[in-house]
């Protein structure tokens, strides 16, 4: 008996799912926004977007003029990585950045030859344009491998020390040649996946309001949750195919590697896009409408996946307010378990917080959803 | 056999009642025709019958049914052609039938089977793979009612199918519908058209939300139109019928078309007086002759005496 109904339901299901299918198929513009779209927006981000640094200005203060100062300045300019442009006084250096002729400046403090030579810990001070936090991130992380490298091998077999010769604080493990599609093929992934998920599926189900056909459906013996599954899955096959896509392109033309399992990016994926689907889901049956639905899923998708989803600003960089709100966003657990799933290869250990926050999500919005589609009716 | 029967079913939104106490039976293989002006709360009536509204008060069963309480029992057993018949448009024809098809349950080849049979009977046969949108009115409509039938519904509800069609395609929908009642169908269907609704066995008028004549035409026009009608056609009739009105034996002068249409007491006035009354009181040439009531002239009577207060 209830094998029977769960199998009629299965049907029902079916239907739904294939009826779905020949929409899409029929519409080769859902197709391409589906699948073109992401590849052509990873090229933009990885090649045109890149937010790597060569040949960065560089204005120099060297106030020590010592034969270790003078060496510094040398391996700085011949890594390749910066152009030294400008020798100013540290008074001067500001007209640079204003007119953006630098995004950094290098002060070296009168006596920093001889606290070398003494052994104890010299200070060079480091002056980076904030006003992009890509590039200035970058170039700091640079700077100081060249630095420390450099201030190693000026200081010599000295003195033993209680520290490095010259201590910056800059986050570059994982990504140490500072490549930018590491850290951002992950974040564009979720981007992407959200972006199409939340707007097709809201699409799908405002299209049924707008055609009339959702209360023939309501008429008929498909249940809602029936409808809502039936629309879901076929958009949940697609975003996964997409998911590998994306991670095909980044592995073949940025050499992001994929460390972890492939089964945990799987289950990674899919409970985010449960969670997408869901979230275009409920803005569908609030909005009724293809047009409203349009706006809303792009909004809601989009703002998000960018700005909270630590894809471009760190999390750990947010103030407080944002962060918090920054863990009611899927696309955070996505990136996050993506970085670490694709360059680290962590394990489930490490990431089932992620996915535990991905299916709460996803069981709230799906069954806020199908609550409010009941609603609408009766 | 008793295929739809209310009891005092009422539907209200807030303050307003859509449905007030409506109370009526449909037999099985009858072609009931359920006629109203917008918002006299024909639509509302329907979702209630089809289990996609539940009734404020009042009870309803369809098809042994009862809405309120079993409305999943009543969706698989009642077909149902919604006002914009929402077929998918971008999908071949044939899709559209496999998708309602599996929806009500239906698999496989007996799918496939009463697929084609349905094509067949609505005409459709040999258009399986055309793109829905592609077709005509018509035809989309003929689709629709196909869509509707394929788990042999008992009875079918059909919310202004004609809507918007032409009268040569009207008339050959109505040609399927009689086909179907005669098999044994049920037929409870909604229509603007006053003219369709003679192809009906009974009729009930709906104004404001109360069920407010119900019988065959035959039997409304007798009970609505009980004096003579006369037509009067010609010119300046507008102005003239106007000073007709409260003259001894007339009952009403109403415009009809380009025309006049009169309702004379039996022992009224006759033809040729009333024309001379109209020429008398300033139009032009005219023609005044005795017609049948149609259900045209039955609607404007019960609209207007309901505005008014009072029974027939």
New interface residues.
Partial sequence: MIASRLG?SL??I???A??ET??VR??PRTLALALAMPVAMLFLFGYGVSTDVDHAPLAVSDLDASDASRALVRAIAGSGEFDVVARRAPGELEPLFRQGSAVAALVVRHGFGDELRRGRQAEVQLVVDGADALVANQVLAKLDAIVRAESRRLAGPGPDRAGPPIEVRLWTRYNPDGKSAYYMVPGISAFLLAITAVMLTALAIAGEWE????????????GRLEIVLGKLLPYLVLGLLELELVLAVGAVAFDVPVLGSGLLVFALGFLFLLGMLGQGLLISVLARNQLVATQAGALSAMLPAIILSGMIVPVENMPPPLRLLSRLIPSRYLVHGLRGLLLKGNGLAVLWPDLLAEALFALVVIGLATARFERR?? | MTAIATRALSRRFGAFTAVDRVTFEVEQGEIFGFLGANGAGKSTTIRML?????PSEGSATVAGHDVARDP?RV??AIG?M???F??????PVV?NL???G????L?GRALRARAGELLERVGLAGQEEATTGALPGGLRQRLALACALLHRPGIVFLDEPTAGVDPVARRSFWALIRELAAGGTTVFVTTHYLDEAEHCRRIGLMVDGRLVALDTPAGLKATWVPERLLVARGRGLAAAGARLRGAPGIRAVAPFGAGLHLRVDRAGPSAAAIGGALRQAGAGEVEVEEAAPSLEDVFLAVVDRSAAGAAP
């Fill in positions: 009629r049907v029902r079916g239907a739904m294939a009826k020949l929409h029929r519409d055609r009339g056909s959702m209360e023939q459906l309501f008429a008929s013996p498909v009716i009766a | 089809i289990g996609l509204l539940a999943d969706k698989g149902y919604s006002q914009r929402s077929l998918y448009l971008d999908l899709e496999l998708f309602f599996a929806a009500y349950g698999e």
